[in-house]
């Protein structure tokens, strides 16, 4: 069971950056972080593998960076230019599976352990 802490979000004007933490309990083949607004589906926003490879939703691109520490144990993310689209409540998954692919890296259902999650909003 791998326990996942979120933390870092909070309140931004739009415009404006935050950087994401999670802290697993041990280190996991894929790493990722959804996120999940109101009334709305959870959807991926990037992970990154253990072997170093990221992805992200097209959202994301150009704005957001996922990282991950030499431990692999835990994964960032840092957010700029951040618009009012992007409040949610962020979350951070992991699953030991080594699957390949976006649909997997990406996929919630494709996650077995969840973080309670941290809540970004973004103010106009």
């Known amino acids: 069971q791998v326990q996942l802490v979120e933390s870092g979000g909070g309140s931004v004007q739009a415009g404006g950056s935050l950087r994401l933490s999670c802290e697993a309990s041990?280190?996991?083949?894929?790493l990722a972080w959804f996120r999940q607004a109101p009334g709305k589906e959870r959807e991926g926003v990037a992970s990154?593998?253990?072997?170093?490879?990221?992805r992200y939703q097209d959202f994301a691109m150009g704005r957001f960076t996922v990282s991950r520490d030499s431990a692999k144990t835990t994964l960032y993310l840092e957010m700029n230019n951040l618009i009012p689209e992007d409040t949610a409540i962020y979350y951070c998954a992991a699953d030991y599976r080594v699957l390949y692919g976006s649909a997997f890296e990406l996929g919630a259902k494709e996650y077995a352990f969840w973080g309670q999650g941290t809540q970004v909003t973004v103010s106009s």
């Open positions: 041990e280190s996991t083949w894929r």
């Open positions: 990154m593998r253990r072997d170093g490879v990221k």
